[in-house]
């Protein structure tokens, strides 16, 4: 029988935070990921605040997050065969997060239809009804070149990097 | 210039961890993200992580505010829009700010970011900052 969409990110879903150095260096874990969702957890560490004052992270680490939780979702929602690039991200911050809080954004694929997908998310402290911030970004699948093509698809078939 | 200012956002552990720093000539700043594999958001490209390029601008265009005007705190951004143009080499990025208007609360600036050739930018941004001017 052929893997279900849902089987196929089950078994990539650690290769797409732990396949990126960026993520990993500042700690996202993923905590869901469905057809067309994603949702990504951003730990409050002391290394990444930006306002030694207030104790706030710094807006790159919600940025960073909110776009890494909307690649996912768009990659899911493209049906999990390609990685697709972002081509804007928008963010409206609406409140500091709170110190000692961690960030966890919630990222949904509102459509997706060709090499194109249009995704929102929100990132909050723990209450979705009051999130910290708001995202909406376009993703498309760009063509690679053939050796990132075939990195790809063989990361994809195995379920391992390299 | 607020000085001071500049230093405390130089010095914030998310800016000092990825070794953002500033070149400066008077009032204008180019900032430089020097390349780390801990930027890397997709090894298969490879490309740096479109986080990363964004957080970067990010903090250029408050550098550029603090640069401008002495202010009483930080920069907060409000919104900001970052549009992707090419994938980010796994290089140093470089970047520049650009203020549109800055009144006596919030600041409307450009950003954008370019590795080997100035006129081939990797991204640009666009957003509002609330701004407290100094006195």
């Known amino acids: ?162 | 210039m607020s000085e001071a200012l500049i230093e405390t956002l130089l010095a914030a552990p998310y800016v000092a961890k990825f070794g953002i720093r500033f070149e400066r000539k008077g009032d204008e700043l180019t900032g430089v993200l020097p390349y780390a594999e801990h930027l890397v958001g997709n090894p298969l490209v490879p490309a740096l992580h479109g986080g990363a390029v964004g957080a970067f601008l990010e903090v250029i265009a408050s550098a550029t505010l603090l640069a401008s005007q002495p202010l009483a705190r930080l920069p907060k951004p409000i919104d900001v829009a970052v549009d992707y143009l090419r994938p980010a080499r796994p290089e140093d990025v470089y970047a520049r700010a650009f203020i549109g208007r800055a009144g006596a609360r919030v600041a409307n600036i450009r950003a954008e970011a370019w590795q080997a050739r100035r006129d081939a930018p990797v991204a640009s941004l666009h957003g509002h900052f609330l701004i407290k001017p100094a006195g």
């Open chain 1, 1 to 162: 029988m052929a893997e279900s969409l849902q089987d196929l990110l089950n078994r990539l879903a650690p290769l797409l935070v732990d396949g990126s150095p960026h993520a990993m260096a500042l700690g996202f874990t993923l905590e869901g990921l469905g057809p067309g969702n994603a949702q990504m957890r951003a730990p409050y560490r002391e290394d990444l605040v930006g306002d030694p004052e207030t104790g706030v992270l710094h807006g790159g680490v919600v940025t960073a997050l909110l776009d890494h939780a909307c690649g996912i979702a768009a990659f899911s929602g493209l049906g999990a065969n390609d990685t697709p690039a972002t081509l804007d991200l928008r963010i409206d911050y609406m409140r500091p997060a709170e110190p000692g809080k961690d960030v966890v954004a919630e990222a949904e694929c509102v459509r997706a239809h060709g090499l194109i997908a249009f995704v929102r998310a929100i990132a909050h402290d723990g209450d979705e009804s009051d999130p910290v911030a708001s995202a909406q970004a376009a993703f498309m699948v760009t063509r690679p070149s053939s050796e990132a093509a075939a990195k790809a698809r063989k990361a994809i078939e195995t379920g391992q990097m390299s």
